[in-house]
């Protein structure tokens, strides 16, 4: 009977352990099965467009708390979509966000949620939220590098500038200078400290020398304004003939009567907008006339395209001299441009040239004598101490500027090529027909070293060796702009 209770006892164990077994077994199941849910949670869904170092069962959190786990990661439609098991008691806002944060340089990654603000609706289970962009470890291992290279070319110019024997005495010479400048500054601030400081002292006496007379005027204002008062409540009657009280209530008695007056001319002028608008008279004729209305803007249109014209026109203005080396003496331009346009000008120089202008004269003989030769030549050259002038008109296309008129009184051609930002520029000019034997061919380079400030250097008369003289010299161009600024500081005495 003994040995039978205790197989039944057995038996129970067993049966319970079993039981008890299959309960953990099924909790067990429930928490790490792909779609368990423990607990009160709610699922909600976002599109990341990389997925790199995240895993299923991975915790998902809010502000560094873990509010839940990633569930699922799948591909839909060329992105990664994640789906998320969050905590009921965490609300998740439309206005939120998702976004994938790196949590070590050894590329692992958590998802974390900005949960947005109740202004925006409640996302609500099996709803979608917004993801964000976070930067990649190899997104920044590449900033890294393009910095670095950066760094590097910028070590290399440095290198290159400071890294001679030059640079450093350069650099040397920089900071004593510096040193310099710098004992000079505190010995002046030493210098002038008790200036300032009794300058300092002279204004707190000025100060407290003007209080008492600012409150005197203050109190002087007062008095006015109540006198003015007791003068405009005042009795006619009790107003004495000949007194200030009278003067002011007779000037108040004309302010009224004009005050009227304006009012009748107002009607008045009422009565004249009534007859413009019925159209009488002239110029009630002129704002109902659509005729003479068009005729009127006509010539307001032609007027304002001819003043446009004028206001458009540049002026600029040029003072040239060029040291001739073999004739020893200076050349001098007054240079006048009209520009009405960016691409075209008129230019008006006046020329002083210390070898004059030369004209040559050719003259053929033939005689019958048998003494003679039949067949001679004359040339005779001529040179006058005169100013020569140029009148030419310019049209710039692209990097080059074409020139054609007149060049230093003879018909000529040139053309300019304009660099760096127009602050170079290479012009060859051909004139002179006439003058010599061949024409007059220059070449003619200019620099913008300072703002309107030129060097110039060329060579002229290519052409004819026995006159081809080298120049070098300076030019200052300036424009309306720079006249504006000067013209004020210029007096006209009589």
Not at 272 to 280: C, F, Q, V
Request: hydrophobic content about 40%; proline content about 3%.
């Amino acid at each position: 009977m003994a040995s039978g209770l205790t197989g039944i006892t057995q038996g129970v164990k067993v049966a319970l352990f079993v039981v008890a077994l299959a309960v953990a077994g099924f909790f067990v199941y429930r928490m790490v099965a792909k779609d368990s849910r423990p607990g009160k949670t709610y699922v909600v869904y976002t599109h990341l467009t990389d997925a790199t170092g995240l895993v299923q069962k991975s915790r998902v959190k809010i502000a560094g708390i873990a509010v839940g786990y990633i569930d699922e990661i799948t591909l839909d439609g060329g992105r990664a979509k994640v789906k998320i098991i969050v905590d009921d008691s965490v609300p998740i806002f439309h206005n939120g966000a998702a976004a994938k944060r790196s949590s070590s340089l050894l590329g692992e990654f958590n998802l974390v949620i900005i949960p947005g603000g109740p202004e925006a609706p409640k996302v609500k289970d099996g709803e979608e939220i917004p993801s964000v962009d976070a930067a990649t470890t190899d997104k920044i291992m590449q900033d890294v590098a393009v910095i670095a290279e950066k760094v590097k070319l910028v070590a290399t110019q440095a290198a290159s500038a400071f890294g001679t024997d030059d640079s450093g005495k350069q650099m040397k010479e920089i900071v004593k200078n510096l040193a310099e400048v710098s004992k000079e500054i505190n010995e002046t601030v030493k210098e002038n400290r008790n200036a300032v400081k009794a300058t300092v002292a002279n204004i707190e006496k000025i100060t407290n020398v003007a209080v008492p007379k600012v409150n005197n005027i203050l109190t002087n204002v007062e008095h006015v304004t109540n006198d003015f008062k007791t003068i405009l409540e005042a009795d006619k009657s009790k107003v004495t003939p000949g007194s200030g009280m009278a003067d002011v209530k007779e000037t108040l008695t004309n302010v009224k009567d004009a005050s009227k007056s304006l009012d009748s001319t107002m009607k008045h002028t009422e009565s004249i907008m009534a007859r413009l608008d019925k159209g009488e008279g002239t110029l009630g004729r002129l704002t109902k006339d659509d005729t003479l209305i068009n005729e009127v803007e006509g010539v307001a249109s032609d007027i304002r395209e001819f003043t446009g014209g004028l206001t458009r026109l540049q002026t600029v203005v040029g003072l040239r001299s060029e040291y001739l080396l073999r004739a020893n003496g200076f050349k001098s331009f007054l240079e006048l441009r009209l520009q009405p346009r960016e691409d075209k000008y008129y230019l008006v120089e006046l020329i002083a040239d210390p070898r004059g202008f030369t004209t040559i004269t050719q003259t053929d003989l033939t005689s019958t004598d048998s003494h003679k030769d039949a067949f001679t030549r004359e040339v005779r050259t001529e040179t006058r101490n005169v100013f020569r002038f140029s009148f030419m008109f310019a049209r710039r296309l692209g990097p080059a500027t074409f020139l054609f008129g007149i060049r230093e009184t003879t018909g000529g051609f040139g053309v300019t090529l304009h660099g760096l930002d127009d602050r170079l520029e290479l012009r060859s000019d051909l004139f002179g027909f006439g003058e010599n034997v061949r024409p007059r061919w220059r070449e003619h380079l200019s620099y913008e070293f300072v703002r309107r400030m030129w060097v110039v250097l060329g060579v002229d008369d290519l052409l004819n060796p026995e006159r081809t003289d080298y120049f070098f010299g300076a030019q200052l161009r300036f424009n309306d702009e720079d006249l504006k600024t000067i013209l004020p500081f210029i007096s006209v005495r009589p």
